[in-house]
């Protein structure tokens, strides 16, 4: 009888991370906060505190709670906020376990930066050679997160880039994310080769998320397809794809894209000052859906996996529940070989 289990498949993640599951809530801002990251690390999985546009000093607070409390968790950094360089001294300052990169792509010597404070880093790979590229930089693992994903994304979606990344670098961590919210396809990705899962929408979704109880109601009437990523006008004005499902507020976005368009050709703006006014947008759109609860102006960040999620559960159960699905699932392929 071959038996498969997650002892074999979970091993590498689980010793990356420090956690009994490895299954990553990923960073989402406005949600990804002391309480829901405390509940996913007392879960036995490994929770992502979002820095996104936070002051420093509440930053701060946060990290020292979750230090305080012995959490196994890792700090997001968005390396085209403002705050950035302040929100990365403060981790190196805290001594902050696991760094992870995002919104851009770090330079090389931020990584150093963060791997010298002994920190474990992980960054975001959404193609073959920035993958490369992290790796070369020396991150210690990546997190393979597909168009399917909800926020902001790249343009390649899971499935392509585990054969383009995950099954060429095998020697280095490396955790999958985007349209990922059943233990079942997780049993399926450790068996691919990765280390660990990362999910957001299913998180988001939680007992313990702080979304507005509107937000949550959304999201369990929300079918896949109405998950949509956001164009882009004109390469005058690169902006990062977004994905949430459609509502006023992301055709407020179009209108705002169009009107920095103009302001640009005209010489009002910079590139630069109309980038940041694309992610002012979005941090105030994500703030009033989330924590305001206006459903029809703010922005519904959500990815493809919210027509899998139609209930909201505590944490605990959430992970129990995946947990339990994917040693079945494990279960069931070993009896194919029987």
Not at 78 to 103: E, S
Not at 302 to 324: C, F, N, P, R, Y
């Amino acid at each position: 009888m071959n038996k498969l289990s997650s002892t074999r498949y979970w091993k590498q993640g689980q010793e990356f991370l420090g956690v009994k599951y490895p299954v990553i809530s990923g960073a989402m801002t406005w949600i990804s906060d002391y309480k829901l990251v405390k509940a996913v690390s007392d879960a036995g999985g490994f929770g992502v505190v979002a820095a996104g546009n936070m002051p420093t000093d509440l930053f701060i607070e946060e990290l020292k709670k979750l230090k305080d409390i012995k959490a196994n968790f890792a700090a997001n950094l968005i390396t085209i906020a403002p705050n950035y360089m302040d929100h990365l001294n403060a981790c190196i300052d805290l001594g902050v376990d696991h760094i992870v990169f995002a919104g851009s792509f770090p330079r090389k010597s931020e990584v150093k930066i963060a791997k010298d404070s002994g920190a474990k880093v992980t960054c975001f790979a959404s193609t073959e050679s920035i993958a490369q590229r992290m790796i070369d930089y020396g991150t210690d693992a990546l997190i393979l997160e597909g168009s399917e994903a909800g926020g902001h994304i790249g343009h390649v979606s899971t499935i392509v880039l585990i054969q383009q990344v995950l099954f060429k670098f095998p020697d280095i961590p490396i955790f999958v994310a985007g349209g990922i919210a059943t233990g079942k396809m997780m049993s399926h990705l450790f068996m691919m080769g990765a280390s660990g899962v990362q999910m957001g929408t299913i998180f988001a979704m939680s007992e313990e998320s702080p979304a507005h109880p509107v937000f949550k109601e959304k999201y369990m009437k929300a079918r896949s397809r109405e998950a949509m990523s956001t164009p882009q006008y004109d390469s005058a004005l690169p902006v990062v794809a977004v994905r949430a499902l459609k509502n006023q507020g992301m055709d407020n976005f179009g209108k705002l894209q169009l009107e920095l368009l103009k302001k640009l050709k005209q010489d009002k703006i910079s590139r630069i000052d109309a980038q940041y006014e694309v992610e002012g947008y979005w941090m105030g759109a994500l703030k009033k859906a989330v924590v305001d609860g206006d459903i029809i102006a703010g922005s519904l960040m959500a990815g493809q996996s919210v027509g899998l999620v139609d209930e909201v559960k505590s944490v605990k159960d959430i992970i129990s529940d995946l947990v339990t699905d994917a040693e079945l699932e494990f279960a069931n392929v070993g009896k194919l070989f029987e």
